[in-house]
């Protein structure tokens, strides 16, 4: 158990529709990270946020959003769904910074239909 | 981008170490290495990270060359649990890309 929690685990929506993604990091982790992982295909960096603020953009689609709350917690909001969205969606934690291990949820799968 | 160039697979013989390398001839002086794994389609697992020294843990070793521009994971001992895809990447604050990754496969 890496202490990162991601919920739902599985998700399954109609193309067209939005959907939200929970993470909960780490006690104490101030680091966020989102990632895309298509069907065998390699981690795609989406965004990371610190202590609220984002910090690096990846590859994140306009139609996606994240943010970070007050309690750490962060979101990813995916809207307007096509089916190529379908993947595992991973978030990360860490303390912060480059000297800092990031511990990864399992992840949330999304099914676009 | 990732800045790193890692084989795309490799096999290892149960019970042998693995030895896995990783090219990262633009890294900076104050990035670090990092390894990962993921073992299916679970999350990745961190294994063990390093500046310029070796660095051992309860799961691997880790060699830097002197002048920072390749590193090496060792699994001293891989089990056919260890088959998974290892990642290696460099960072030093707020971004971490993943590369394509070895696809390491443990054989009996």
């Known amino acids: 158990d890496s202490g990162v929690t991601q919920t739902p685990k599985h998700l399954i929506t109609a193309t067209g529709q939005r959907v939200t993604l929970r993470c909960s990091p780490r006690?104490?982790?101030?680091?966020v990270y989102w990632y895309q992982q298509s069907l065998d295909q390699g981690l795609q960096f989406l965004i990371q946020?610190?202590?609220?603020?984002?910090?690096a953009k990846g590859n994140i689609l306009e139609r996606f959003s994240a943010q970070q709350f007050p309690d750490l917690h962060s979101e990813l909001n995916l809207s307007s769904l096509e089916l190529g969205d379908s993947a595992l969606y991973f978030c990360?934690?860490?303390?912060?910074?480059?000297?800092?291990?990031?511990?990864f949820g399992q992840g949330t799968r999304l099914t676009v239909v | 981008d990732a800045k790193t160039t890692q084989p795309p697979s490799m096999d290892c013989a149960e019970g042998r170490a693995a030895n896995l390398p990783c090219n990262h001839s633009?890294?900076?002086?104050?990035?670090?290495v990092y390894w990962y794994r993921q073992i299916h389609s679970q999350g990745p697992q961190y294994i063990i990270h390093?500046?310029?020294n070796n660095e051992t843990n309860e799961m691997a070793s880790l060699i830097i060359t002197e002048d920072r521009k390749s590193s090496t994971l060792i699994l001293p001992h891989a089990t056919l649990r260890d088959t998974a895809v290892y990642y290696c990447?460099?960072?030093?604050?707020?971004?971490?890309?993943f590369g394509a990754g070895t696809r390491l496969t443990v054989k009996p």
């Open positions: 990447i460099v960072r030093v604050n707020n971004d971490m890309r």
């Open positions: 390093g500046l310029k």
């Open positions: 006690s104490g982790d101030l680091s």
């Open positions: 946020y610190y202590n609220g603020e984002e910090r």
């Open positions: 633009t890294i900076s002086g104050n990035e670090y």
């Open positions: 990360a934690s860490s303390a912060g910074g480059g000297r800092t291990e990031a511990f």
